[in-house]
């Protein structure tokens, strides 16, 4: 257990449904962060939050919508989503930018 | 642009030897350079982290070195053990930032 607790561990969605990834922390971390990792692609940053604000968006598309309502939890609002969306989303947390925890990640499948 | 390169090759090793990753990076300027496990389906794990002002750290088996100048670092596990075998993730962070951003890693196999 690394204090960083992702649900659900699997999800399978269809396209036109909505959804919501949960993630919390529970460390006293002041960042938390959502990442993307695609079969055989880096892990790609996806949002970053410091202090409950969003500091990064890493270009993604508006059909994932982050939401920070405190410092210890947050959360990914899928809708829309295709396909080539399905990976594992992995959440971390990190005080300032010492090293990051991550969880265990959801494993999303978009049919 | 910022790039993260790290050998996509694993590197496949005799157990007892050690193992050495390389992690360089272009067009950035990283405040700390921060070395991660992964193993299949799982999140990583936070090894090692290392500041720009610092030339080495070590812990335990693991050592790390940073070359600000070369824009590099190295990742050693000495006395390697077919446990250490894993995707080794090298990432980056800048001092006025959170981005932590990761390069696509090097598999490891070390063989018994």
């Known amino acids: 257990e690394t204090g960083v607790t992702q649900t659900p561990r699997h999800l399978v969605m269809g396209m036109t449904n909505k959804k919501s990834l949960k993630c919390e922390q529970h460390?006293?971390?002041?960042?938390m962060y959502w990442y993307k990792q695609s079969a055989k692609k880096p892990l790609e940053l996806m949002f970053v939050?410091?202090?409950?604000?969003?500091?990064e968006n890493n270009s993604v598309p508006s059909r994932f919508s982050p939401e920070c309502p405190n410092s210890s939890h947050l959360f990914l609002h899928l809708h829309t989503l295709q396909p080539e969306d399905s990976a594992l989303y992995l959440c971390?947390?990190?005080?300032?930018?010492?090293?990051?925890?991550f969880g265990q990640g959801t494993r999303l499948t978009v049919v | 642009s910022q790039k993260i390169e790290q050998n996509s090759e694993a590197l496949n090793i005799q157990e007892g030897k050690t193992a050495t990753l390389t992690c360089n990076y272009t067009?950035?300027?990283?405040?700390?350079l921060q070395w991660y496990r992964q193993d299949p389906g799982r999140g990583p794990v936070f090894l090692l982290l290392?500041?720009?002002?610092?030339k080495e750290k070590r812990k335990e088996r693991l050592k790390v070195t940073f070359d600000t100048t070369l824009k590099q670092s190295l990742f050693h596990i000495t006395a390697s053990q077919p446990a250490d075998s894993a995707t080794y993730l090298c990432?980056?962070?800048?001092?006025?930032?959170?981005?932590?951003?990761f390069g696509s890693g090097t598999r490891l196999l070390v063989r018994p």
């Open positions: 290392i500041r720009e002002n610092e």
């Open positions: 990432a980056l962070v800048g001092d006025s930032s959170y981005k932590l951003i």
């Open positions: 460390l006293g971390h002041n960042a």
């Open positions: 067009n950035y300027s990283p405040a700390y």
């Open positions: 939050y410091n202090f409950k604000e969003q500091t």
């Open positions: 971390a947390s990190s005080q300032d930018r010492e090293e990051a925890f």
